[in-house]
């Protein structure tokens, strides 16, 4: 009998406004998605995938190699062949099914990351409520790398916030914030100096904010690392954050002891 059951929140966007308003290609990184998602399963818990739309979350092509396994190739055809086959990647519910189930069968959430997760979950009003409901109730909550983005859509005014921060209106973002349950939490995000890099190489443009300054305006308090992509993970009560690809494994491991001392003390 499993532990409990661990829902996994995917996005559905496939690609992402940059500036001179054009898009570039997008999705959510696969060694994001699948690491923790196995580890979680190893500690015995079952995962169950949600996105917006109930169809599996696009993996971004630049993630689909060993490169973000550490080089191992075998690693990579793991996560690869895990994702392609596992029950728990492939059987997908919609959020707003999850929600109308009961929010209460799920003993922790995981948001993954890669760019997606800016374009459609930071502003889904679904996500907003499951959010909120393990907020309130103090449940391990772990995002990663731009996964830590989609807390915004536990604001009251998600939509309006993300409209705020690609007009460049900080001060907007900050008004439209107010209410937001993750005020002061600490928390990591993918920094700016590492977004530099997937601008510069993978989208070959710029986009039109960056999540550190935005989950700043929020009223986030934001710790990066200083040196770019070393894994990083900050916990601050039930918020769990890892900062970039290479913080997988951490995360994965923070975030499985905090379910087992939930399960142990409920």
Partial sequence: MAKGTVLFIGSNATRIEIQGGRWGATGQYL?????????????GYEVVLATPDGTRPPIDAASDSATHFEDDA????????????HPAMNEVRTLSEVIA??????????VPGGQAPVVDLMQDADLGEILRHFHDRAKPTALLCHGPIAVAAAMPH????????????????????????????????????????????????????????????AGGDVVTTPVDFEPHVVVDRELITGQNPRSDHPIA??????LDRAQVAA
């Fill in 31 to 43: 060694n994001e998605t699948v690491v923790p998602a196995m580890a979680v399963i190893a500690a």
């Fill in 74 to 85: 075998a690693a990579h055809q793991r996560a690869r062949s895990f994702y392609d086959t």
């Fill in 101 to 110: 189930e009961g929010l209460d069968r799920y003993a922790g959430v995981f």
């Fill in 158 to 217: 998600a939509r309006e916030f993300r409209a705020a921060l690609i007009a460049g209106d900080a001060a907007k973002a900050a008004e439209w914030a107010k209410g937001w349950p993750y005020a002061g939490y600490r928390m990591t995000v993918f920094s700016a100096s590492e977004e530099k890099v997937v601008e510069d190489y993978i989208l070959h443009a710029k986009m039109y904010f960056d999540m550190p300054a935005a989950l700043g305006a």
């Fill in 253 to 258: 491991a923070t975030f499985v002891a905090a």
